[in-house]
């Protein structure tokens, strides 16, 4: 399936980025403690126009969007 040009543009991002008008938040958010030095969380997000699905990581050490084909 094509991504949408606001996924493009979204993998891009940088962690700051906030998700796209279409990007919905799927599941809950995961919350990793213990790491130094505040631990972080991970969110999921599905795209209303392509289906794409993005993990948002604010891990510093992650990529911040990391887009998941479908
Ligand atoms: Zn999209």
Redesign the pocket.
């Known amino acids: 399936m094509e ?6 543009k ?1 993998s891009k991002k940088v962690s700051t980025g906030k998700p ?1 008008d ?2 919905i938040e799927i599941d809950q958010p995961r919350f990793f403690t213990g790491a130094a030095p505040r631990g972080f969380k991970e969110q999921d997000y599905l ?6 699905k993005f993990s948002h990581s604010t891990n510093k050490n992650d990529v911040a969007w990391t887009l998941w084909r479908g």
Do not use: R
């Open positions: 991504i949408c040009v606001l996924c493009v979204q796209h279409d990007l795209c209303l126009t392509c289906n794409s």
